[in-house]
Structures are given as structure tokens and as C-alpha cells.
């Protein structure tokens, strides 16, 4: 039952529908890990574009899931953008994706200030509790934020305005 069936490597095939039922993938990623497990370059191919058929794969479903999903945990712009960028998607999709979902984020009135200071009470505690002029403190939540991927003029404002 290893064999081809409609054209495709039936273990290949199977492989990928494992893994996208558990989460979703983007292509190259995908594609690297069907390479892992032993896949020829041509059967690789046939397996994706038959996902992609399916509507199993998209390369722009999965990246505006990502960048919720992080965002959700507590991830900044540039620490998103870095993780899809290292998973091999184009720039081009990335790009759209990511002005599709700030657009929806503005409709829905999230902002990145608010989405720091949030992380910021969430890892320190309510604002009230902290000394804005102590410089080391100051530091130590600058870098927390700056870990996270969040930008400087975001971590700036979150910080003024705690």
C-alpha cells in the first residue's frame, strides 16, 4: 500500500495528512519535513500540489493563523515575522498577510501598545507597583519587551503609558 496511487507516493501522502490534521503547515515547511522522512524531490511536489488542491495547504491561511496564534501568546512584530521568514514562506505573502491582519486588528481595535502593556502586567504584575524613574527596572521591561519581538517605539509608548 506504499506504493503510488493517482500518481502520488501513498506513504508521502499519508504522512502529510497526518501532520496537517494536527496543525497547519506552511509549504516549505511541509516540504522539509517530507524531505526528512525520506521523500524524492519529484514525489514531494505531487504531494503538495495535491494538498494544495484539496485546500489542505495555503501558504496565506496559515500565515494569518500564525501571526494570531503569536500573537495570542504574547509575541511582537518582529519576532512573528522573523519565525515565517525562517519557515520559508515568500516575502510577497507574508507582506499581504500581515497588512490583511493589521487591518483586521484595527477593526477590532487591537492595538500593539495595548497588546504590550497587557504582556507587561501579565509577566510583572499591575503597573502601579513599579518606580518609573528606576532605570534598572525600566531596563528590565524594555528587554523583556524587546525579547518578545516588540518594536521599540511600541515598548516606548507601553512603558509611558503604564
Partial sequence: MNGPVDGLDRKLYDQALRW???????????A???????????AI???????????????RAFVLSRIRVRQNQGWGRL????ELRSLGLDEAILTEAWAVFEQDADEEG????????????????????????????????????ARRGFEAEVIDAALVEL
Fill in 110 to 145: 487591537s492595538d500593539p501598545v495595548a497588546r504590550a502593556r497587557r504582556v507587561l502586567e501579565k509577566r510583572f504584575g499591575a503597573a502601579a507597583g513599579w518606580n518609573r524613574s528606576d532605570l534598572r527596572e525600566r531596563g528590565r521591561r524594555y528587554a523583556f519587551l
Fill in 45 to 59: 511536489a505531487a504531494v503538495l500540489i495535491r494538498c494544495r488542491e484539496l485546500g489542505y495547504l495555503d501558504d
Fill in 20 to 30: 496537517l490534521t494536527r496543525r497547519s503547515y506552511g509549504e516549505q515547511e511541509l
Fill in 79 to 82: 519576532r512573528i515575522r522573523a
Fill in 32 to 42: 522539509w519535513r517530507l524531505a526528512g522522512v525520506g521523500g524524492e524531490p519529484g
